[in-house]
């Protein structure tokens, strides 16, 4: 597709559901980046993906975070149990090649998550 | 660690006025620094960048020069308008690495 998409756009969960949110990287893109926004904030890193190893995952804020990219393009970010203090938009970004120093990441729009 | 901040928002300003929004950072190192953008309801966006030590970046009439002695990397613009409210934010990544660290959001409301 032209750009980042992300799904769904809005999620409500009740406290202790899992969730599950959906990241379309730009086609052919070989980072993947996972950013959690809480409301007012700056984003926050998630964890990272280089083609469907994940190389950095030091950002997940507990076990109950996991992500996965089994075959280098599609990501999921899957939160188990969820607290109210997930509630944050999770925004999702890919870039084309390895190069640290590349700065065209490019953003979805992100997914509005609310726990109830 | 790596760490990024702003000034608080919201910034009200009046079209074609002067904007300034402070940035300041702290890293080991030389890090890279950029501005990214976010309308509302849209992904954040690459504004401008720089990448060592007195480099100015520049975009759609914005601008920020990379200060190294001032640890600081202040976005302005010298008129702005309408569209260019949004939400700016400034990040940094260092050396080798992959992560953006971001500050907190500048809110930018202008009114006609």
């Known amino acids: 597709g032209a750009g980042v998409s992300q799904s769904p756009r809005y999620k409500v969960a009740k406290r202790g559901q899992d969730v599950a949110l959906r990241c379309d990287p730009i086609?052919?893109?070989?980072?993947l980046f996972w950013y959690q926004q809480a409301l007012g904030q700056g984003p926050e890193f998630l964890t990272y993906f280089q083609n469907e190893a994940q190389l950095d995952k030091s950002g997940l804020p507990s076990d109950r975070f996991f992500a996965e990219r089994p075959e280098g393009s599609v990501s999921t970010l899957k939160i188990q149990r969820t607290q109210q203090e997930d509630s944050a938009v999770y925004l999702c970004a890919s870039r084309k090649d390895r190069a640290a120093t590349n700065e065209k990441l490019f953003f979805g729009s992100g997914t509005q998550l609310s726990v109830l | 660690g790596n760490s990024v901040t702003q000034m608080e928002g919201p910034v009200t300003l009046s079209e074609e006025a002067f904007l300034t929004i402070n940035c300041t950072y702290t890293a080991t190192g030389y890090p890279s620094l950029f501005w990214y953008v976010q309308y509302p309801g849209e992904g954040l966006q690459l504004l401008l960048k720089?990448?060592?030590?007195?480099d100015k970046g520049s975009n759609k009439g914005f601008e920020a020069t990379y200060r190294k002695e001032t640890t600081s990397f202040h976005l302005e613009k010298g008129s702005v308008q309408v569209s260019d409210s949004a939400v700016y934010f400034c990040?940094?990544?260092?050396?080798?690495?992959?992560?953006?660290?971001f500050g907190g959001g500048t809110r930018l409301m202008v009114k006609p």
């Open positions: 990040a940094l990544i260092r050396g080798a690495g992959n992560m953006l660290t």
């Open positions: 720089a990448t060592k030590a007195d």
């Open positions: 086609s052919g893109h070989v980072s």
